[in-house]
């Protein structure tokens, strides 16, 4: 039988509903601060065995039923020497930042085995040790995304200047996400070919655009990565942050299943979504903070309300990444209550 979190990416009966959690590898997790080591996180990423193992840490003590590879969206674009690091507590930052048409040489496509080996490496080692009830997930950047990081070259709260450039030089932003989904698609299938058993595309910021904004100016590129995944046999998942007004538009880009945050209630966002599709969410991770039976009675309300939508699909999730604060004994409690116990 498929692995549960196969299942209900294709929407098929599972035994129980899977559950993982967005930056469950590493955060919170104390043996991860044991073997992290200092430097940038993107020293760590090109070492396969600690980037294996960091990937392991939350499947041995969570139970979880997928992995989530312990790299980073911007691990494409450093690699291709955009000259990107990322700043411990801060986030992605970019020394010299997209500027002008000039800047998109310095996008060339990327070479997955010359470039990003030691993801791959990291990948196969994974593929080879984790169990077949355990699929590891591969992911990327969706394209507005990683734009925002390169033309604000840092994390931003406004996205004034990759909007500008969206909306004062939309053939030049054009021409940028089309190059980010390149990147995007050929990292992904590369991840799927050593091993990756699911992909998502993570567009973590979307939810600052407006539906116009979304739909012209990044939801073709967006498409393309989806599309270029098709003949793939692999469940793709398309996730961002604030999207509730998107969610209509982003099901139109061609993923399997869409990340839900928690602002919208499970069954309303499934509604949104439409019916040929699976959902991912939606506990939000500042809840995990409060008492146990406080998180118990949210999970309860998700697992709830995904039931009243009256579907088959649903994986478990949190509506964003693990905070850091987060006690490791609630998400293993966590997922016992998802999966029944
Ligand atoms: O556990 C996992 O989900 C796997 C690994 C993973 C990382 N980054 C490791 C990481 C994943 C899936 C990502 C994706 C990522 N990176 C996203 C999309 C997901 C999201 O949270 O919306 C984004 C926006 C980034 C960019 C990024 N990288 C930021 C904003 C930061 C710094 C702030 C923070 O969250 O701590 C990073 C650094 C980073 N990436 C860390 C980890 C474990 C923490 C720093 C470190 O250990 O050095």
Redesign the pocket.
């Given at each position: 039988m498929d692995a549960p979190f196969l299942l209900a990416c294709k929407r098929q009966p599972a035994p129980h509903t899977p559950v993982w959690f967005?930056?469950?590898?590493?955060?919170s997790l104390p043996e991860y601060r044991a073997i992290?080591g200092t430097g940038?996180?993107l020293t760590?990423i090109a070492e396969p065995d600690l980037a294996a193992e960091i990937t392991l840490q939350?499947v041995r003590r969570y139970g979880v039923d997928a992995a989530?590879?312990?790299?980073?969206?911007?691990v494409p674009v450093h690699a291709i020497g955009f000259g990107v690091d990322?700043a411990?507590?801060?986030?992605?930052v970019i020394a010299e930042p997209f500027r002008s048409k000039d800047d998109l040489a310095r996008l060339r496509p990327l070479v997955p085995e010359e470039d990003t080996p030691y993801v791959l490496e990291t990948i196969r080692t994974l593929a080879r040790e984790l169990p077949d009830a355990v699929p590891l997930i591969g992911?990327a950047?969706a394209p507005f995304?990683v734009a925002s990081?390169l033309i604000e070259g840092r994390?931003s709260r406004t996205y004034a200047l990759t909007k500008s450039m969206m909306h004062a030089e939309p053939a030049l932003w054009d021409a940028l996400v089309d190059r980010l989904a390149d990147l995007a698609l050929a990292s992904l299938r590369s991840q799927v070919s050593a091993g990756a058993r699911a992909v998502q595309v993570?567009d973590?910021?979307a939810g600052a655009l407006s539906p116009v904004d979304y739909r012209d100016r990044v939801l073709p590129a967006t498409r393309r990565i989806f599309e270029g995944l098709a003949d793939l046999d692999v469940p793709r998942i398309h996730f961002g942050?604030g999207t509730g007004e998107l969610l209509g538009l982003m099901a139109g880009a061609g993923a399997d299943v869409v990340g839900i945050d928690w602002r919208v209630p499970l069954d309303e966002a499934w509604r949104r979504v439409g019916p040929d599709k699976g959902v991912q969410g939606n506990l939000d991770p500042a809840v995990c903070l409060a008492p146990w039976p406080v998180v118990a009675a949210e999970a309860k309300r998700v697992l709830a309300e995904a039931a009243a939508a009256g579907r088959l699909g649903h994986i478990f999730n949190l509506g964003?990444?693990v905070l850091?604060e987060t006690d490791p004994d609630t998400l293993a409690r966590l997922v016992e209550l998802v999966h029944g116990g």
């Open positions: 967005m930056r469950q590898a590493g955060r992290r940038s996180i760590a939350p989530i590879l312990y790299s980073d969206i911007v990322v411990p507590g801060i986030g992605p992911f950047g995304t990081y994390p993570f973590s910021w942050v964003h990444g850091p």
